[in-house]
């Protein structure tokens, strides 16, 4: 039995749930201590240091979920595009013109990315069978963003200009990379990966209508294509509370909602048919215990009634606390105990 499977579904369960965004990486020392000797791509790259990074908050915390230890930007590669990270990740040539969209490809899983395969057969060889694996990737507009600008950024202004300038161009790069993705997330499932998240980190810089024309078909492709596997399908929307009547429209079963947006909001906006994932301000880790208590019991008193899944509200600062982590698990779990 799995309580975090039961709960993306729907199904009764023990005790809420709970993983954490970015659980597997830089917050925890034995991840640090891996990587003082390899870079983040060779990291990512070598599915005997990927499997480890994976599986070391399972075995410090009582997580009811582990997620595969990648990047968003992993099957780009596959694509033809190059990337390095310094920081985040950088894309030696922009995309930015149809000629270059032209020499783009939709890549074999299998060809392109066997290490995260290989990652995943590593980590469901060793993960409890009460712990279910979460595979996941980028969401078709934000890698977009990345893929167009070349960096990380606030606004991704090259991205939004190239949107607007060269609508039918960014719709051929957008129905590439959406290919890339549902192939990509579907060759995890084949894997193992026993639930799929699409992280859409930046479509909050779409309005309601660009999120209409050049989102929301893909989206609806990408989950109705995947929605005939048994895995269930989690979207995490950051910063977009402007969009979760179009989100509602969705066929998903899990929904991430961001720190500044109400679980009750979100309830009411999403309807009781699909479970609400987070979503605790990651700052509150850094808070005295007596205010991270009553910060997790405010998160678990929007969400009553309703189908729940605690995490953050994004991803885990580098500089938390383990042990606050270690709390945080222990306090939802004991006041949520059914």
């Known amino acids: 039995m799995s309580p975090f499977l039961d709960a993306c579904r729907g199904r009764p369960v023990a005790h809420t749930p709970v993983w ?42 009582d997580l009811d ?7 968003i930007m992993t099957p780009v590669e596959g694509m033809g595009i190059e990337v390095r990270f310094e920081g985040g990740p950088v894309i ?22 066997p290490y995260v395969l290989e990652t995943i057969d590593r980590v469901r060889a060793e993960l409890p069978s009460s712990v279910p694996l979460i595979g996941f990737a980028g969401a078709p507009f934000t890698v977009f963003c990345y893929v167009v600008e070349g960096h990380g950024s606030r606004s991704f202004a090259a ?15 957008l129905g590439l990379i959406a290919d890339t993705t549902t192939a ?10 026993q639930a799929l998240m699409l992280f859409d980190s930046w479509i909050g810089l779409l309005d309601a209508r660009d999120y209409d024309e050049f989102a ?21 929307p950051r910063g977009g509370a402007h969009l979760l009547e179009r989100v509602r429209s969705l066929p998903i079963d899990v929904v991430g909602i961001d720190w500044q947006t109400p679980l009750s909001r979100a309830h009411t906006v999403l309807g009781s048919d699909v479970t609400l994932q987070g979503n605790l301000d990651p700052a509150a880790l850094f ?16 969400a009553a009634g309703g189908r729940h899944i605690f995490n953050l509200g994004h991803g885990i600062d580098r500089a938390t606390d383990p042990d606050a982590v270690a709390f945080l698990v222990d306090t939802v779990h004991a006041r949520t105990a059914r």
């Open 65 to 71: 979920a582990a997620i595969l230890f990648a990047d």
């Open 159 to 173: 991205a939004r200009a190239f949107l607007n300038a060269e609508p039918e161009a960014a719709r051929r790069l």
């Open 20 to 61: 954490i965004m970015r659980q597997a990486g830089r917050y925890l020392p034995e991840y640090r201590k891996i990587r003082e000797n390899v870079d983040f791509l060779t990291f990512t790259k070598t599915p005997e240091l990927a499997a480890e990074a994976t599986l070391q908050p399972i075995r410090r915390f």
């Open 92 to 113: 030696e040539r922009p995309v930015r013109e149809v000629a270059a969209i032209d020499q783009l490809r939709v890549p074999d899983p299998r060809q392109a990315v």
């Open 184 to 193: 990509y997330l579907r060759a995890q499932a084949e894997a193992g990966a």
């Open 216 to 236: 929301a078909p893909l989206l609806e492709k990408i989950f109705g294509e995947l929605g005939q596997l048994e895995a269930p399908l989690l979207y995490f």
């Open 287 to 302: 808070a005295p215990r007596e205010r991270l208590v009553r910060s997790i019991e405010h998160v678990l008193g929007e």
